[in-house]
């Protein structure tokens, strides 16, 4: 079973189009590539990644594409496209010529409107991303939960994964409403979710295993080891982490469960939810 981390980024600063990446952020606000990830994964012993959008922009879709295609062991590529747009549809079948585009990602906490998700101008992007067997990555936090059931209620028919399970207030250790209505999404839908991200929602550089572990074992508890991927969310977790005492962290909280349900959380769910686009298209 390959191992896989299901959330990654790359960034070149003098692209532009990263809007949220200011000075401010410190450590992250430079040029992060393959060869900086790389020996991370190679110490993980992780076989491959999955790299995510982290601009609102197709320009940046291709430049992650490119940087696939040059490095095998970059698995997917999760895009970007403006939904809304009347060429939508054209575009998502345009990059998804490139096999190695997976899905793509909606930065829904970056919406006002907290039901932008919900509109139904969105159906024929949707639609397309069913059509072409396509994944959907929600970005979204604890106060977007109860829009999320409701997306995922109307669109039962498209893979869907929320990331950083939806970002509880760890640091101020508040585990409702986040505990009640992540497990509702677990219940009642069939969407997954990415053991990612928690760091960062932590006490930066200060938090511990326990302080983590209730939210962690909880989404481990609610969605089951199939439903549940490993993503390092790097190099963003370098704000809170590193990207080995995250993955020790993730080794921590699985550890209690099977061999089978290990290889789940560390690969087999990821490959299960982004790669199997390639066996739709050779077999339908």
């Known amino acids: 079973m390959q191992r896989i981390d299901s959330h990654q980024h790359f960034w070149q600063l003098s692209r532009g189009d990263y809007d949220w990446l200011t000075p401010e952020l410190g450590v992250i606000h430079r040029d992060f ?3 900086d990830l790389k020996p991370l994964i190679d110490k993980a012993n992780i076989d491959g990644t999955i790299i995510v959008q982290a601009a609102s922009s197709v320009a940046e879709t291709e430049y992650m594409l490119s940087i696939a295609d040059q490095n095998e062991w970059i698995f997917g590529v999760v895009g970007w496209v403006d939904m809304l747009a009347d060429d939508a549809s054209d575009v998502i079948k345009r990059l998804a010529k490139n096999p190695k585009l997976v899905g793509i990602r909606a930065a829904i906490e970056g919406n006002d409107d907290h039901e932008w998700i919900l509109q139904p101008q969105l159906a024929p992007a949707i639609q397309t991303l069913i059509d072409l067997h396509l994944t959907f ?3 979204g936090r604890v106060w977007l939960l109860k829009t999320l059931l409701k997306f995922f209620k109307t669109y039962p028919d ?3 994964v929320i990331d950083h399970c939806a970002k509880p207030l760890i640091k101020d250790g508040i585990m409702q409403p986040w505990a009640d209505e992540i497990a ?3 219940q009642n ?3 997954f979710c990415k053991l990612s991200g928690l760091s960062t929602e932590a006490d ?3 938090w511990t295993k326990a302080d983590i ?3 962690a074992k909880h989404v481990l508890e609610q969605f089951g080891a199939d439903r549940v991927m490993y993503g390092s969310d790097w190099p963003v977790v370098n704000l809170g982490a590193d990207y080995q005492s ?3 962290a993730v080794v921590h909280f699985t550890s209690e469960m099977t061999e089978q349900e290990q290889q789940a959380v560390f690969g087999g769910t990821a490959m299960k939810f982004y790669l199997t686009r390639g066996l739709h298209d050779l077999f339908g």
Do not use: F
């Open 246 to 248: 995250w993955y020790e």
């Open 189 to 191: 839908t069939n969407a």
């Open 137 to 139: 990555d929600c970005q």
């Open 158 to 160: 498209l893979r869907c």
């Open 184 to 186: 509702e999404i677990a």
């Open 213 to 215: 572990a209730p939210y």
């Open 33 to 35: 590539g393959a060869d």
């Open 204 to 206: 930066h550089h200060k």
